[in-house]
C-alpha cells in the first residue's frame, strides 16, 4: 500500500470558504489524500483564497511568494490556488505565477480529483467554469467521521444583487439554492456525526428557495432532525427577510437569537448610490419587526466607510443608524476599489478621511459590543461547548446569542448545551459558572 499524499489547505475570506474547504479536502480524499495541517509536510498545497478587498487579493500573491521555498525543497509539491482570486484572476495567476500548478474556481471544485491526476502528469490545470454539473451533487457524500459539535452547511450561492462595490456576483456567479431534501441528507448525516449546531450559509442565504417555504421552510424541517439543537444562518440582506422568516425568529426553539444583517449605510444617499435598494428608515422599521418577533435577539452588521462621494454628512447618518439600532456585533471596513464593479470608476475619498472615520465608527460599535457583553453578567444563558480553553479545566463555548463563553466544566460537556451563570465580561469573549 502507498503512503496516503499530504494536503495542506489554507482558508481566507468567509465561511463559505471554510466549508467549501472541507468539501474540497474530502473530493480530494478519493484521489487517496489526508489533510495535514503543516504546509512544510504537504504533497499539495490548497491556498482558497478571498477577493472581496484589495488586501485580501493581494494576500495571496505574497503567500505564494512564501511557497516557493518550499517547492525548492520539494519539487514534487503541487499548489493549487481555489476560491475567489482563482475565479476572478485565474489566468493571471498562472502568468504572474509560474509554480502554480492548478486554479480551480469555487463552482468547478468537484473537478479536483481529474485535474490532480492531470496536474500528476506533469500538466498544469486551470478550471474557473460555471459548469451546469451542480458542484453540490457530484461531490460524494460526506464521511462519517466524528466531527466538531457545530459545522457550517453551504445551501445557498451566488448572489444577484450587485451592489456597486462588491465582487461576488462575478466571483461566485448567479444565485443557486441546493433543494432542501439534499440539504436535509447533509444535515442528518452532520448529526449523525456528532453535530448538534448548524449554520446554514450562504451570500444571501435568506433569497434560498429551495424549499417552498423558503429558508424559514427549511429551517422549520431541520428543526425536526432529532439531535440537532441550533440552527443559525448567515449572511442576509434586508430585503430578503420576509414574514415568515421573521416569525420563525419568534416560535422556532431551535432557531437561534442572533441575526447578521449587514446594512453597510445609515445614508439614503449612500445607500442608493451602492445599490442596496432600500432606506436607512425601512432597515429601522425591519429591525422593529425583527425585534416584536424576538425581543432579546442580538442584532449584527457589516459596514463600509469612505464609499465614492460620502459626506461627513453621510457618514454622521451612519452613526446615527448605528446609535439607533445598539449592534451586539459588527465588522467594518474602509472602501476598496475592486476592478470590473460599479464604484471601481468613480473618484476615491482619501485615506486619511476613510482612516478617521473607520476610527470613530469602529469606537461607537466596540462600545455597543461591551455594553451588550456587559449585560450578560448575572444572566443564565446556554452555551455549547467546543473544545478546552488554555486554563486548565476550562471549555469554551458559544451562548444562543453567539458569546463565546469560557466556564470550568468537565471534558464530557463538549457537544453539550448547558446552563451557564454568566460572572464576567472581557473584551472578547465572557466568563461563567456552568449550573449543576
Ligand atoms: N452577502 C453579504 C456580504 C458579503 S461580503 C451581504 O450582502 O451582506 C462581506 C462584507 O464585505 C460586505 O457586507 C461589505 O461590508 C464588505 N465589502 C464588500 N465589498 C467591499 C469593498 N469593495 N470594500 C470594502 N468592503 C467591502
Ligand atoms: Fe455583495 Fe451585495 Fe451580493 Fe452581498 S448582496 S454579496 S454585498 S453584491
Ligand atoms: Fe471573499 Fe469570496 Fe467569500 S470574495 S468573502 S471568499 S465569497
Known sequence: MTAPRKLFVKTYGCQMNVYDSERMTEALGGEGYVATDKADDADMILLNTCHIREKAAEKVYSELGRLRALKDINPDLKIGVAGCVAQAEGEEIMRRAPLVDLVVGPQSYHRLPAMDRAVRAGERALDTDFPLDDKFDTLTDRPKARRAPAAFLTVQEGCDKFCAFCVVPYTRGAEVSRPADRVLREARDLVEAGVVEITLLGQNVNAYHGHDGGLAGLIRDLAKIDGLERIRFTTSHPNDMDDALIAAHGDCEKLMPYL??????????????????????????????????????????????????????????????????????????????????????????????????????????????HAIQDGMVGRTVKVLFEKPGRIAGQMIGKSDYLHAVHAVAPAAAVGQVLPVRITSAGPNSLGGELIA
Request: proline share 6%; aromatic share 8%.
Open 260 to 369: 447578521h444583517l449587514p446594512v453597510q449605510s445609515g445614508s439614503d444617499r449612500m445607500l442608493k448610490a451602492m445599490n442596496r435598494k432600500h432606506t436607512a428608515e425601512q432597515y429601522l422599521k425591519l429591525v422593529e419587526r425583527i425585534r416584536a418577533a424576538r425581543p432579546d435577539l442580538l442584532l449584527s452588521s457589516d459596514f463600509i466607510v469612505g464609499f465614492p462621494g460620502e459626506t461627513d454628512a453621510d457618514f454622521e447618518a451612519t452613526m446615527d443608524l448605528i446609535r439607533a439600532v445598539e449592534f451586539g456585533q459588527a465588522y467594518s471596513f474602509k472602501y476598496s476599489t475592486r476592478p470590473g464593479t460599479p464604484a471601481a470608476e468613480k473618484p476615491q475619498l482619501p485615506e486619511g478621511v476613510m482612516a478617521e472615520r473607520l476610527a470613530r465608527l469602529q469606537a461607537l460599535l466596540t462600545q455597543q459590543q
